[in-house]
């Protein structure tokens, strides 16, 4: 078997803050190359702490997080920038550009790049997001979702191989929800790492398959979504439910039905193979 | 009446090109009644909110047609400072809404602010703090609290006004499911002990299809749709070009009544509705197939 490359390697990683919250005791996780994974929890579990080391935001109190085998607390702003791109969970917490197009170009101005390469960048990050039209606007006239997208596009614009997407969901219409995460499945095709934070659990059924599930600043448990899911009682003491099909399946356990379908297609399947015959429609 | 809103109409700035953002809504919600307001973004939801408690059209500029009557006082006879307090705000993010150190300060800013004795601003603090459980918290600093409870809280403080409507704008979409949950509970308690009436704009039908009286579906500054849980989600297809998600189980119902390989008649709104369903056919087909054996 090939072995995976690590990409993200968190080892008994602790994290207080200067106000004395303690919200991080002892995480270890290993994310791979091209994963894509959920982080669900409670709010205050610390799933936001976790990732904001990944990236360099925050260091470690103790223990160590790696980022493509090098050490956060070792590696300067700069490698770490070009390697993580993080969207906040609240868009307009990182834009303070006058333009659209400067907000784009910020990231590989900083990080030293030619005149011709920055702007190959931001073209090509306005036109994947669809904001080409909008390059002269002020950042705070757009709209929510498009905020989100330009959010988005300075962070590709960077070209990094790990995004993190805090909460890419909330606040939004399905159809935005649904056009964020095809992006991303997008984005994981080009051979890019996801990492997603959300409490919306049909979001992390149909689009995430591998979840880690955080309690009290630790990590409960992690695995394919499909597994997590199947065991509520562990979810339960992060106090996640799993997606109502989900549910209603594992209540359904004792005539057979297995407790792992994550959607209404597989749900309907299987009780058609369990109920669904034209002599059911007579009784 | 506890809302009663004719042929609204309502675009931000007065130039001729600004586009109407509310065209013609027309609304009643009953005393007690738990009302949600879904639809896209950009639908106009919040537009709605700000017209229940006056905030348009008196303090942003644009141009107003039609009435907005809550609490029996049409928007146009009245100041605000007279609506205001007949109608409690709560928004998005708990975060963004806290002003002061503490919970009950925080609690006691409206009444305060209203120049209200002291004994009785302890009465409505005591009293709003009681109603959305978070009595034990009193002198506890915003931080120390999960966003369920710091939600409570802005609930709480605009409770202490003594309200008859409360308006709640997306107000669990930054909260986790147990938060969702308990600030739902907290607002179905309320409308049955003290009859308030809930007006709560929200994404997630899922999440309220259990607490709702009625369902109304605003689009493009219209109201499209508009009825009790099982009425509103019949329209399947018309949610669905809205980009308004179905429950899942209800999801699952419409696939089955339109097989032939079920025999359903009534939508799934809960996953308790479904089980009891279900089990029920599961039943009926053991004993179809031992009395075929027999």
């Given at each position: 078997?090939?072995?995976?490359?690590?990409?993200?390697?968190?080892?008994?990683?602790?994290?207080?803050?200067?106000?004395?919250?303690?919200?991080?005791?002892?995480?270890n996780?290993?994310?791979?190359?091209?994963?894509?994974?959920?982080?669900?929890?409670q709010?205050?579990?610390?799933?936001?702490?976790?990732?904001?080391?990944?990236?360099g935001?925050?260091?470690?109190?103790?223990?160590?997080?790696?980022?493509?085998?090098?050490?956060?607390t070792?590696?300067?702003?700069?490698?770490?920038?070009?390697?993580?791109?993080?969207?906040?969970?609240?868009?307009?917490?990182?834009?303070?550009?006058?333009?659209?197009?400067?907000?784009?170009?910020?990231?590989?101005?900083?990080?030293?790049f030619?005149?011709?390469?920055?702007e190959?960048?931001?073209?090509?990050?306005?036109?994947?997001?669809?904001l080409?039209?909008?390059?002269?606007?002020?950042?705070?006239?757009?709209?929510?979702?498009e905020?989100?997208r330009?959010?988005?596009?300075?962070?590709?614009?960077?070209n990094?191989?790990?995004?993190?997407v805090?909460?890419?969901t909330?606040?939004?219409?399905?159809?935005?929800?649904?056009?964020?995460?095809?992006?991303?499945?997008?984005?994981?095709?080009?051979?890019?790492t996801?990492?997603?934070i959300?409490?919306?659990?049909?979001?992390?059924?149909?689009?995430?398959?591998?979840?880690?599930?955080?309690l009290?600043?630790?990590i409960l448990?992690?695995?394919?979504?499909?597994?997590?899911?199947?065991?509520?009682?562990?979810?339960?003491?992060?106090?996640?439910?799993?997606?109502?099909?989900?549910?209603?399946?594992?209540k359904?356990?004792?005539?057979?039905?297995?407790?792992?379908?994550?959607?209404?297609?597989?749900?309907?399947?299987v009780?058609?193979?369990?109920?669904?015959?034209?002599?059911?429609?007579?009784? | 009446?506890?809302?009663?809103?004719?042929?609204?109409?309502?675009?931000?700035?007065?130039?001729?090109?600004?586009?109407?953002?509310?065209?013609g809504?027309n609304?009643?919600?009953?005393?007690?009644e738990?009302?949600?307001?879904?639809?896209?973004?950009?639908?106009?939801?919040?537009?709605?909110?700000l017209?229940?408690?006056?905030?348009?059209?008196?303090?942003?500029?644009?141009?107003?047609?039609g009435?907005?009557?809550?609490?029996?006082?049409?928007?146009?006879?009245?100041e605000?400072?007279?609506?205001?307090p007949?109608?409690?705000?709560?928004?998005?993010?708990?975060?963004?809404?806290?002003?002061?150190?503490?919970?009950?300060?925080e609690?006691?800013?409206?009444?305060?602010?209203?120049?209200?004795?002291?004994?009785?601003?302890?009465?409505?603090?005591?009293?709003a703090?009681?109603?959305?459980?978070?009595?034990?918290?009193?002198?506890?600093?915003?931080?120390a609290?999960?966003?369920?409870?710091?939600?409570?809280?802005?609930?709480?403080?605009?409770?202490?006004?003594?309200?008859?409507?409360?308006?709640?704008?997306?107000?669990?979409?930054?909260?986790d499911p147990?938060?969702?949950?308990?600030?739902?509970?907290?607002?179905?308690e309320l409308r049955?002990?003290i009859?308030?009436t809930?007006?709560i704009?929200?994404?997630?039908?899922?999440?309220?299809?259990?607490?709702?009286?009625?369902?109304?579906?605003?689009?493009?500054?219209k109201?499209?749709?508009?009825?009790?849980?099982?009425?509103?989600?019949?329209h399947?297809e018309?949610?669905?070009?809205?980009?308004?998600?179905?429950?899942?189980?209800?999801?699952?119902?419409?696939?089955m009544?339109?097989?032939?390989?079920?025999?359903?008649?009534n939508l799934?709104?809960?996953?308790?509705?479904?089980?009891?369903?279900?089990?029920?056919?599961?039943?009926?087909?053991?004993?179809?197939?031992?009395k075929?054996?027999?």
């Open positions: 078997m090939v072995e995976q490359k690590k990409e993200v390697e968190v080892r008994d990683l602790h994290f207080t803050y200067p106000d004395g919250t303690v919200a991080l005791k002892g995480v996780l290993d994310i791979y190359e091209n994963d894509f994974v959920g982080i669900i929890g709010n205050g579990s610390g799933k936001t702490t976790l990732v904001k080391h990944f990236n935001t925050l260091k470690p109190t103790s223990g160590k997080v790696l980022i493509e085998g090098a050490d956060t070792k590696s300067d702003f700069k490698h770490l920038a070009k390697r993580v791109g993080y969207v906040y969970q609240n868009p307009s917490y990182q834009l303070f550009c006058n333009s659209v197009e400067k907000e784009v170009e910020f990231g590989p101005t900083i990080l030293g030619s005149k011709d390469e920055i190959q960048r931001v073209n090509d990050a306005l036109k994947r997001m669809g080409e039209k909008k390059r002269k606007e002020y950042p705070f006239f757009l709209s929510i979702g905020r989100q330009l959010a988005i596009a300075s962070i590709l614009a960077t990094p191989s790990i995004i993190i805090d909460e890419p909330t606040g939004q219409d399905i159809r935005r929800a649904e056009e964020i995460m095809d992006l991303l499945i997008e984005l994981h095709k080009e051979g890019r996801i990492i997603v959300t409490h919306d659990m049909r979001i992390i059924a149909d689009y995430v398959p591998k979840t880690v599930v955080m009290n600043g630790k448990t992690e695995g394919p979504t499909r597994q997590i899911f199947a065991d509520p009682k562990t979810l339960l003491k992060a106090f996640v439910l799993p997606p109502q099909i989900t549910r209603l399946a594992q359904l356990g004792a005539y057979g039905i297995p407790p792992t379908p994550l959607n209404t297609a597989e749900m309907y399947g009780l058609k193979n369990h109920l669904g015959s034209k002599k059911g429609k007579r009784s | 009446m506890s809302v009663s809103i004719r042929d609204l109409w309502w675009k931000y700035g007065e130039e001729e090109t600004a586009p109407w953002v509310l065209k809504i609304l009643d919600v009953k005393e007690g738990f009302v949600v307001i879904t639809g896209p973004n950009e639908s106009g939801k919040t537009t709605l909110c017209c229940l408690n006056a905030l348009i059209p008196y303090n942003f500029l644009g141009v107003f047609k009435h907005v009557k809550v609490a029996g006082m049409d928007s146009r006879d009245h605000i400072s007279e609506l205001a007949k109608v409690g705000m709560v928004f998005q993010d708990p975060d963004s809404q806290f002003i002061t150190l503490s919970v009950d300060t609690v006691a800013f409206g009444p305060e602010n209203f120049g209200f004795p002291i004994s009785e601003i302890e009465e409505r603090v005591d009293w703090l009681r109603a959305v459980r978070m009595e034990g918290y009193k002198y506890k600093p915003p931080r609290l999960s966003g369920g409870q710091k939600q409570r809280v802005a609930i709480a403080a605009a409770l202490a006004m003594r309200p008859d409507i409360l308006v709640l704008d997306e107000p669990t979409s930054n909260l147990v938060g969702k949950a308990e600030v739902l509970e907290i607002i179905s049955k002990e009859k308030l809930a007006i704009v929200e994404h997630n039908v899922e999440d309220c299809v259990a607490f709702a009286d009625r369902f109304v579906l605003l689009y493009d500054g109201i499209e749709l508009s009825g009790s849980p099982e009425e509103f989600l019949e399947e018309k949610l669905k070009e809205r980009w308004v998600r179905l429950p899942q189980v209800t999801e699952l119902s419409h696939l009544m339109k097989s032939e390989h079920f025999y359903l008649k799934y709104l809960t996953v308790e509705q479904a089980y009891e369903s279900i089990d029920q056919m599961f039943r009926r087909s053991r004993l179809g197939r031992t075929e054996g027999s």
